[in-house]
C-alpha cells in the first residue's frame, strides 16, 4: 500500500503520530504541505505565521531527505503545494495513486469543514483519510466529569487530566526506524520549498527577531528554557525578563510535540521541582481550551455562558476610535501601549500583558472582546483559536472561569506590581524613559518639572488617558449588572 502524509500544525519529522502511523502502515510514504489559499489569500501580504511555516518547511524537507538517505533513499523530501487545499489533496492522492491520506486532527471549526470536504472527495476516489490525535495530550471527549461531561472548569479539568495520565499519553511516536518506507519523489515534484515570493507575500521582521523557526529552533528554546524553568513560577510574572518559555508558536504549528514537552515537564514535577509544576499546567491550560473548543464550539460566536451574551458594549464612532488607540498604542496607559506595541512589532505578547491589555480593552473602554480577540488572531504569531477566544472570555469574565465577574484589573496598580521599575514600558515606549520609575505607570500624575526634565508633553509627545479608569470600573459594573439580574 502506499499512502500520503498532510502536514498541517505538525511541521516536523520526529514524534510525529500521523506521519509514524503512515510509515508502519504503508510500504511507500510520501509528505505534502499544502499552503492553502483558501486560507492564505485574505491574509495582508506580509505575515509573520507564513514566514514563521516557509522557513520551518525548510527544516522539514531537509530532515525528510536525512530520514531517507539514512535508509538509502534518495528525494524523499516534501512536497509544498500552493492551492486550495480542498482541491490539491485529492489531487495529488489520485495522481500519486495512494490509498490513504494520513494526517493529525485539527478540531478548528474551519479545519472540521475542510477535512469533511476531502474526506468526502477522497472517498470518492476510494481513498482513505485517516486521521489522529497529535496536537494535544488529552483530546475532546478523554478527560470527561465522572458524570461523563465535558469540564468547564479549570481546576477540577487539570486534576482529572493529572490523575487520566499514564506514560502511554506521553510516550513519542518513533519515526526513524520506519523511515524507510518514505518515497522518492516523483521528478516533476521533487522541488525545493518555495520562496515567500513564489506564493505571493512579502518578508517580515521575522528574522531579526529572538524567534528561532522549525524543530531546531524549537529545540533551542526549549533547551534554553530548562536552565530557567526552577524559576518559572515566579519569573513569569514580570515581561522585562525572560521568564516564560517563548515556545507558543512552536506548540501552535507543531514544530514541537507537545508530548516531548509534557513528558520532559511531568518528570520534573514529579522530582519536585515547583517551576515545572507551574509550567505543565500551563500545558494543561492549552489542552483544557482545546476540549473547550471542541465540545462547546458555540465559543466562536458567543459566550461560553450564555447569559454573559446580555450585556451591551460600546458601538459606533466612539468605540471605534477607543478601540483604534487602544490597537496602536495611544490609550495613555503605558503598559497597555507598551504591551500593544509588543504584539504590534513582534507578533508576541507576554501573557501577563495580553490579560491586562485584554481586560482593559472590555472593561476600561467597554468594548466587545471579540473585537479584540480579532485584532489579536491577526496580529499574534502564536495565534490559536481555543487559546486565544478562551483568553478572551477569561478576561472579559464571559468565559469558563470561577473568576467573578466584577474583579477588574486596574493598569496602573498592574503595572506597578509587574513592571516595578517600568523597565518593559522604557523598551517599547522610549518617549517615556526620562520620567522617573515612580510616574512612568501614570505619567498624567509626574509633576511639571519631571515632565520637562523627561521631555514630555502630555497630549503630544505622550497621549493623555483615553478613559479614566475609576470611572470606567463603574460603567462596567453597571453594564455587567444585566447578568446578576437574570440570575
Ligand atoms: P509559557 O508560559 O512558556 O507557557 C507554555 C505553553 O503553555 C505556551 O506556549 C502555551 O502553548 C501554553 N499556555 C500558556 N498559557 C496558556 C493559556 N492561558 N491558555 C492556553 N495555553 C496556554 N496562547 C496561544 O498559544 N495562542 C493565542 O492565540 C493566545 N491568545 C491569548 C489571548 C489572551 C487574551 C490571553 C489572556 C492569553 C492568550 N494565550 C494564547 C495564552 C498565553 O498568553 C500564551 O500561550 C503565552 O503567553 C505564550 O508564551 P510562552 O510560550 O512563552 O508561554
Redesign the pocket.
Known amino acids: 500500500d502506499s499512502g500520503l502524509m498532510w502536514f498541517r500544525r505538525d511541521l516536523r519529522s520526529s514524534d510525529n503520530a500521523a506521519l509514524h502511523h503512515a510509515l508502519r502502515r504503508c510500504r511507500r510514504v510520501w509528505c505534502v504541505f499544502v499552503f492553502d489559499r483558501d486560507i492564505l489569500d485574505p491574509l495582508p501580504r506580509a505575515d509573520r505565521r507564513v514566514e514563521f511555516i516557509r522557513e520551518s518547511l525548510v527544516g522539514l524537507d531537509a530532515s525528510l531527505r536525512a530520514l531517507g538517505a539514512a535508509h538509502g533513499h534518495a528525494d524523499t523530501g516534501l512536497i509544498v503545494l500552493h492551492a486550495p487545499a480542498t482541491r490539491a489533496i485529492p489531487e495529488l492522492a489520485q495522481r500519486l495513486q495512494v490509498q490513504a491520506v494520513f494526517t493529525n486532527h485539527d478540531d478548528e471549526p474551519a479545519a472540521l469543514a475542510r477535512d469533511a470536504r476531502v474526506f468526502g472527495e477522497l472517498a470518492h476516489q476510494g481513498v482513505i483519510l485517516r486521521s489522529f490525535k497529535d496536537h494535544v495530550v488529552f483530546e475532546r471527549r478523554e478527560v470527561l466529569t465522572q458524570a461523563g461531561q465535558a469540564f468547564g472548569v479549570f481546576t477540577p479539568y487539570k486534576n482529572a487530566w493529572l490523575k487520566a495520565l499514564t506514560p502511554f499519553y506521553l510516550k513519542a511516536y518513533p519515526i526513524e526506524r520506519h523511515a524507510g518506507a518514505l518515497a522518492p519523489l516523483p521528478e516533476a515534484l521533487n522541488r525545493p520549498v518555495p520562496t515567500l515570493a513564489d506564493i505571493g507575500f512579502e518578508p517580515t521582521n521575522l528574522s531579526r527577531l529572538p524567534m528561532p523557526t522549525g524543530e531546531a529552533g524549537a529545540q533551542a528554546l526549549f533547551d534554553d528554557?530548562l536552565q530557567r524553568i526552577d524559576g518559572?513560577t515566579e519569573a513569569?510574572n514580570y515581561p522585562a525578563i525572560k521568564?516564560?518559555?517563548?515556545?507558543?508558536?512552536?506548540?501552535?504549528f507543531g514544530t514541537v510535540s507537545v508530548r516531548a514537552l509534557a513528558s520532559a515537564a511531568h518528570l520534573l514535577h514529579q522530582q519536585g521541582n515547583a517551576g515545572a509544576t507551574s509550567?505543565l499546567s500551563?500545558?494543561v491550560?492549552?489542552d483544557?481550551?482545546h476540549q473547550i473548543l471542541a465540545n462547546f464550539p458555540h465559543v466562536v460566536e458567543r459566550s461560553f455562558k450564555s447569559e454573559y451574551d446580555a450585556v451591551r458594549f460600546e458601538h459606533g464612532k466612539a468605540a471605534q476610535a477607543k478601540f483604534q488607540a487602544w490597537c496602536e498604542g495611544r490609550t495613555g496607559y503605558p503598559l497597555v501601549d507598551a504591551a500593544m506595541a509588543q504584539i504590534n512589532q513582534t507578533g508576541?505578547?507576554?501573557?501577563r500583558l495580553?490579560?491586562v491589555?485584554?481586560s482593559f480593552l472590555v472593561k476600561d473602554l467597554g468594548i466587545h472582546w471579540q473585537w479584540?480577540?480579532r485584532y489579536?488572531?491577526e496580529k499574534?504569531i502564536?495565534?490559536?483559536?481555543?487559546?486565544?477566544n478562551?483568553?478572551?472570555q477569561?478576561?472579559a469574565s464571559t468565559g469558563c472561569d470561577a473568576q467573578p465577574w466584577f474583579r477588574i484589573f486596574n493598569p496602573v496598580t498592574q503595572s506597578e506590581k509587574f513592571d516595578p521599575q517600568g523597565r518593559f514600558i522604557r523598551r517599547y515606549l522610549p518617549q517615556l524613559a526620562g520620567l522617573p520609575d515612580a510616574a512612568i505607570h501614570a505619567p498624567w500624575t509626574a509633576n511639571a518639572v519631571e515632565l520637562a526634565a523627561a521631555g514630555i508633553t502630555l497630549g503630544e509627545t505622550y497621549p493623555l488617558p483615553i478613559v479614566d479608569h475609576a470611572a470606567a470600573r463603574e460603567k462596567t459594573l453597571e453594564r455587567y449588572a444585566v447578568v446578576k439580574k437574570q440570575n
Not at 521568564?243 to 501552535?252: C, D, I, M
Not at 508576541?348 to 501573557?351: A, D, E, L, P, Q
Not at 502564536?382 to 486565544?388: G, I, M, Q, R, Y
Request: glycine share 8%.
Open positions: 528554557f518559572y513569569r521568564g516564560p518559555s517563548y515556545l507558543s508558536v512552536h506548540l501552535r509550567w500551563e500545558l491550560w492549552r483544557f481550551y508576541y505578547m507576554h501573557n495580553r490579560m491589555v485584554a479584540g480577540e489579536f488572531a499574534l502564536d495565534f490559536d483559536l481555543a487559546a486565544n478562551g483568553g478572551w477569561w478576561a
